[in-house]
């Protein structure tokens, strides 16, 4: 399945997703990409959107290496297999996630302009992105969204290599994968066009998803 971009993409899975419309979802978009995904879905489903901040961890002088992902509330997911196969000083992998977490500081504050993030306890919590490579960067979302006290985790994405579907169903409630081919290398090869989202993207479909439902952050 070839998706168009990511509108295409988050349309497409909406629909795949309209049935849990009847739970009042908050849809969590990942960004950058995975938020114009997020956006179409929680249109769909007349749901609030907010995002979820997570940082890949790369491996020092090879960062599109991840060996893991951390989160908002301290959550930390490490990859040791990768830890041990980049075989890097433990002190230096120290100092990414250190550069990472004030980076995912940084970013909360850009993408929500000083606003609290959307409740989600005790709610059913859908997490979007615009795909899955290794799951680091998803598998470190879901426990975010569980450490922030939803009830449901859906995890959501329009393409997936089939190993790490079933690996994040260890963390999610559900997975829901569009298309999951055997031969999946990358993420991009199953877009069109998968040009990169920008910042100022992000801040207004946050802005204009608020508009629509009209369900505002609070604080705001």
Same mark, same amino acid.
């Given at each position: ?20 419309? *009847? ?62 196969? /980049?075989?890097? *000083? +433990? ?7 250190? $550069? ?9 504050? +850009? ?23 290794? %799951?680091?960067? @998803?598998?470190?979302?879901? +426990? ?40 999946? @290398? ?10 990169? $989202?920008? *910042? *100022? ?5 946050? /802005?204009? /998803?608020?508009?629509? $439902?009209?369900?505002?952050?609070? %604080?705001?």
């Amino acid at each position: 399945m070839i998706f168009t971009d990511r509108v295409d993409a988050g349309r497409r899975l909406g629909e795949a997703l309209r049935p849990l419309g *009847d739970a009042e979802p908050v849809v969590l978009g990942l960004p950058r990409g995975g938020v114009p995904v997020a956006f179409e879905v929680a249109r769909t489903l007349h749901a609030p959107l907010d995002v979820i901040i997570v940082r890949k961890l790369g491996v020092p002088f090879h960062r599109e290496l991840g060996f893991g992902a951390i989160g908002e509330g301290d959550v930390r997911v490490v990859h040791e297999a990768i830890v041990r196969m /980049s075989r890097v *000083d +433990r002190e230096d992998l120290a100092e990414v996630e250190r $550069t990472e977490r004030e980076e995912l500081a940084r970013k909360a504050q +850009r993408f929500r302009r000083g606003r609290s993030r959307v409740p989600v306890e005790g709610r059913t919590v859908i997490v979007v992105d615009d795909g899955i490579a290794t %799951g680091a960067t @998803a598998q470190a979302a879901c +426990r975010v969204a569980r450490a922030q006290g939803a009830a449901r985790v859906v995890l959501a994405v329009p393409v997936a290599p089939p190993d790490a579907v079933t690996t994040l169903r260890e963390d999610a409630d559900e997975v829901v994968a569009l298309s999951t081919p055997s031969d999946f @290398a990358a993420v991009g090869e199953w877009y069109e066009d998968f040009s990169q $989202t920008a *910042d *100022d993207e992000v801040v207004d479909l946050l /802005s204009r /998803s608020t508009g629509e $439902t009209g369900e505002a952050h609070p %604080g705001k």
